[in-house]
Structure formats: structure tokens, C-alpha cells
DNA sequence: ACATTATTTTAGTCTTGTCTAAAATAATAT
DNA sequence: ATATTATTTTAGACAAGACTAAAATAATGT
């Protein structure tokens, strides 16, 4: 159907338009996706071609329908992918991305929904991401920033905003996986650090932390 | 690594190769691959450059050490994935292959290591193919041709020679499968058809069928 | 409003892997 | 032994997807 390069390109700029009412600019992408600006402006008008984005010169893209049915289905397979190889293959979550990135891209619908059933229908990816349904549809669910929390609440880790290795493996150090339970004990307010107990320990984490933690409040 | 086409190739030549003395000749890999003699005839000169194959104008190639390696790794898992298509996602014998011969290119050594010990180390695919191990070593059964069978005998079911779409849901039609007992109650002569004994059932199949199934004698 | 800066696009090139058509070599038959 | 046929290789072309450098357009600052 598509080429892996189509795909990878379909994601980004499902990505990068949540949230955003403008079209995707092709530096964006480019960022994204590691590579040129000219070489986007190349792709871009391949999609344009093909319906999969609407394209006008220094405009920036946006997904079509058609478009955005495609991409949600590739986040669908990396996502459900995350889950097999931390549920069944003892993966840990920071180890999932680069190889999910390479199993999104297998063509059979079949696969896909043995998975989903195999996985017992899974909404969320070990970051606590939702997982697109086959229509596109995400399950929402309400969740804040640690930082926005204030002294004395608590609520349930239930995702991270930065997946890379080097925050998850720090979650990992301090011993902060999806499902615990945190509590803020303290919040400084010059520098925004919050001083949290979680299981029967106590850490001060920074501003910069809080703010790629989401919890669900209690 | 190597790019899928390179793998793809060096595939083709390792089942090529085998039970053959002589070089692997351009129109056979040709052949294998769907692909033009004159396209083979460009890989086999770049696979020969990075010491995978010996080459020589003319001559066909064959495998080095270094290309065996990486060649029975691909079908190492080539069939790893085939047993898990089948015993974890009820994928039936006859639909693997397409799914496999992309996942078998997901780079991810410790990908396969996981899959390996989830799945309790098997050493054949659903159709009793054996799987290589890390080192690219088979563990050889002895197995015969059904057909080599004489009035009387009988063996276990333990493989396919042919894994075609066609053949493999014939046997299913027949309730052929892997693991079942078969007796030869009588064998015609002039044409070689068999009439067998498998469950409670008898039924007579061809020189052709008898040809393509694996049975290890008891 | 216009000069400067940033972004985007164009033009032309490169690599990978494929193809066709033609040339070279090997195999086969008489 | 040589003519014919089959196989393999070469030469040149093409598409996908990337790149660089330069040109065009948009955004920004004074």
C-alpha cells in the first residue's frame, strides 16, 4: 500500500498537528524526522498527490481523512507492538521504540488484530499512550501534569510526556512506573521542585521532571 | 546491517545451495526471487564486494562462512516467527509465510532472543522445517518421503516438502497435520497412489501428495 | 516600509535496486 | 568442430528517496 518513508512521514505529521490548529511546517518535519527541508517539500507533494495531506507551497500540511485513518493505524501497530515486547518479552519501556518502529511498518491486518486479541485489547502502550482503535478513536482519559499538583495531593503515574531512554531510565531509577501512587509531600515554589513520597520512599524530583509526568489525580 | 534485498538474496542462495556441489547459477536465484538475471547478476557483485558470497563471472556464487551466518539467521527467523504466527496468534499453517518474510527483517537481536524463550525454544516451524540455532546449525530428524513407504508401514507426519497456499490446505481438507500417525494399507503400482489410514479415516492420495510429506517412520 | 533573517522550494546530483536490450560467454547438438 | 541455443553479463535507463546549493517566498525588526 504505502512505503515504510510514506508511513514514517504520515506519523510525524499526525504528531505534530495535535494540538495545533495551522499546518505542519516542513521544518517541523524535517526535525522530526532527521532529515532536509528539501526533502520533505519532495515527499510532501508525493502525499499531496496521493490525498493523504492537503499541500499549498509555504503553507504547511494537514492530514486528510484518508490521511489520518493510515497514520492512526501505524501508531495503532507501534503502540500495540510497545505492548507485546514489554508484556510478553520481558522488554523494558525504554528498550521498545526503535524496535516498534520497525514492526509498525508490517503489512497484515490479520497480525494486527490477532495481536490486539492475543494482548487482551490493551488501550494504553507501557507510556501510558492511548492506542488508536481501528477506526482512529483514542480513549481519552483525564490526566495532569505532577507539576500541577499542589501540596498534599496525590494521584496515579499513568504516563510520560518525554519517552526517551534517558528520562524513562531515570523514572526507573527513582522507581517511577505507570500505576504508583504519588504523593506531594512538598513544593518549592522558586524553583518549582516538588518533594514526593512513592511506596514507602521519599525524593525531591525537579520542575523538569514533574512537568513530563502525568498522573491521574485522586 | 544488510539492507532487506540483501537479505533476501542471501536467503535464496542459502536454500539454493543446499544438497548442490556446483555454484548457485544467476537464473535459478533469479528465478526464486521473481526478480531478472540481469538484476542478480548487480546484487551478487555487491554481496561479493562485502565478502558474503564468493562470486566469479559466470560460475555462480555460493555462501562464505560469514554469508552462511547471516543467511540462516534470516531464516532462523523466518521461522521463529511462523511458529509464534501459529501458536500464539492462530495463524493456521498455509498463511504464515507472507507475514514471516517481513518480520524476518526486524533488526533486534535481543527481538529474537525473547521470541526464542517465549516460545520455549522450539526447533521446527509449523511446517516441520528446522529452525537453525545462533550458530546457523540444524538438528537433523531422520525423515523419509511418504512415498518411500511399502504396504504396511507407517510413520508420523513430521513435515511438508512443499509449503504452497494450495498443498498445505489440501492436507488440512484431509486432516493432514503434523504429529499424526499414517499407514500405508495398500500401494497401487503403476501409479504410486497410496491408500492410508490416518485417525479413523482411509483415503487414497497421489504420487504427488505422497512425494511432498515428510513422515518419520516408526 | 524596507532591510534582514528565517523558511521553503527548486534544480540538479547521488545511491539503491530494479529494468530492457544488446553483447559476451558457455553449453549443446549435429 | 562449428552452429545453434541458453545463460550470463554489460550498458544504459529509471524510480524512490535522500542530499547540497541556490533561488524564492514569508516573517521580523527597526
Redesign the pocket.
Known sequence: M?????E??LKAIYHLEIGVDKGV????I?EK??????????????LSEKELII??????VSLTNFGKKIASNIVRKHRLWEVFLVEKLNFSWDEVHDVAEQLEHIKSPKLIQQLDLFLGFPTHDPHGDPIPDKDGNLKAIEKSLLSSLIKNESGICVGVNDSSKDFLQFLDKKGITLGKLITVLEKEDFDGSLFIQIDRKKLSISNKISNNLYIKKQ
Do not use: H, I, P, R
Open positions: 504505502f512505503t515504510s518513508s510514506e514514517n512521514y511546517s516542513t521544518n517541523a524535517a524526522l532527521v532529515t532536509k527541508a528539501s526533502s520533505v517539500t519532495d515527499m510532501v507533494k508525493k499541500y499549498k507551497k509555504y503553507q504547511g
